[in-house]
């Protein structure tokens, strides 16, 4: 029996959401491509809707870069930056709820602006990895679900042009220069992110969230043994080895 109309999970907040999303991010690329940022962010909610989404998670999927991103796309001058911030963020509350600003927030790093610009990626990285195990708005399963989506859609996509890079250790770590820290920090950061999404007490008993971690982890461990490197090597690698320990 088919399902009727009235009922299918996905609505015109949807189709508003991506056209949002689609103008916020106009003009932006994946990291050393040319393909339209929005690639990533239909992926993100594509991820999350295969593994439970509402309607809200599937929209704070496609938004969950606007704070970040969104702000320098509409505003080139860095002062202006943390103002845009807050004017996407009260629009997303406005036009979607409360809810669903609350899930933007939990995917984003909140580290505070330095002279106008992000502050180092060491700070930046660690805090949100600490905010994930022990900010309150991130507690919670739905917030959880829209971030690691996002993981698991980036860490998919690493994995697949890594091993497309070429066949030996040398050609894949060429691959990471497009990252700001290069192949060991960005190893490192996803694989803490497994470990704080095990850790994150909103996780607790959610099957579906359970899974997307699980398969976080899956790709994660595949993108270090194309790297010829293992999860301990990764996680003692400096950077964010604090932090790490942390996690243990």
């Not at 950061?189 to 899974?211: E, K, M, N």
Request: proline fraction near 4%; charge should be negative; glycine fraction near 6%.
């Amino acid at each position: 029996m088919e399902t009727p109309a009235t009922a299918f999970p996905l609505t015109d907040r949807f189709i508003k959401a991506l056209t949002l999303a689609h103008k916020w991010h106009t003009g932006q690329y994946r990291k050393g491509t040319r393909i339209p940022y929005i690639s990533h962010l239909m992926g993100v909610a594509s991820v999350a809707l295969e593994f439970g989404a509402s309607e809200d998670e599937a929209i704070a999927a496609l938004l969950h870069d606007a704070l970040e991103d969104g702000p320098e796309n509409l505003e080139p001058e860095e002062t202006m930056r943390a103002k845009k911030r807050q004017e996407l963020e009260d629009h997303i509350r406005r036009e979607f709820d409360t809810e669903v600003a609350r899930l933007v927030l939990g995917a984003t790093e909140e580290t505070p602006l330095v002279n106008g610009r992000k502050a180092p990626w060491e700070q930046r990285k660690g805090e949100y990895l600490h905010k994930l195990v022990s900010r309150e708005h991130v507690k919670d399963a739905s917030a959880l679900l829209v971030s690691a989506a996002d993981k698991l859609h980036n860490a998919r996509s690493i994995l697949t042009d890594v091993l497309t890079a070429g066949d030996t250790a040398e050609t894949r770590a060429a691959f990471f220069d497009r990252f700001n820290q290069g192949q060991h920090g960005t190893l490192q950061y996803y694989r803490l992110l497994v470990r704080a999404y095990r850790l994150a007490p909103g996780a607790a008993g959610q099957p579906r969230l359970l899974a997307l971690i699980a398969e976080l982890d899956r790709t994660v461990t595949a993108l270090e043994a194309a790297c010829d490197l293992d999860q301990d090597t990764v996680a003692a690698f400096p950077l964010l080895r604090p932090v790490g320990e942390q996690l243990a």
